[in-house]
């Protein structure tokens, strides 16, 4: 597994400076692929539009993600350690518990298959 990294892709670069509205506009036009093993900690990124995006393995620590819906959303692998989450929806493979523990100590997100 890749360690979360900065990266100089357009998409990503908006979203590290927390440019949520041009983010949303473009989205897609261009390739979010990059998005995955991003290093988002400590950055507001409310009002996104998340839908069908791959953010797996990347990290959360203390960004705003509150309501945003990743319902239909790659986090697999991702940490949410001190994350603002309220309003949030997760995808229905994440168990609360599962969301709880990543909150509380930073482990990654594990999905659970039925």
């Known amino acids: ?16 400076t927390e440019d949520i509205k041009r983010f949303n506009e473009q989205r897609d036009q261009l390739d979010t692929s990059e998005l995955k093993n ?5 950055r ?3 009002n996104m539009e998340a839908q069908g995006l ?3 393995n990347s990290y959360f620590r203390n ?5 945003i819906d990743f319902r239909n959303t790659n986090l697999e692998g991702a940490s949410l350690l001190d994350a603002k989450l309220s309003g949030t929806y997760f ?3 994440l168990s609360a518990q599962e969301i709880r523990l990543s909150l509380d100590t930073g482990t990654r997100l594990r999905y659970t298959m039925d």
């Not at 597994?1 to 590290?16: G, S």
């Not at 991003?38 to 400590?42: A, E, S, V």
């Open 91 to 93: 995808p229905a493979a």
């Open 63 to 67: 960004a705003d993600i509150s309501g």
């Open 1 to 16: 597994m890749d360690k979360p990294v900065i990266k100089k892709d357009p998409l990503y670069q908006l979203l590290r």
């Open 44 to 46: 507001d990124l409310r």
């Open 38 to 42: 991003g290093d988002y900690r400590g």
């Open 54 to 56: 791959d953010f797996s």
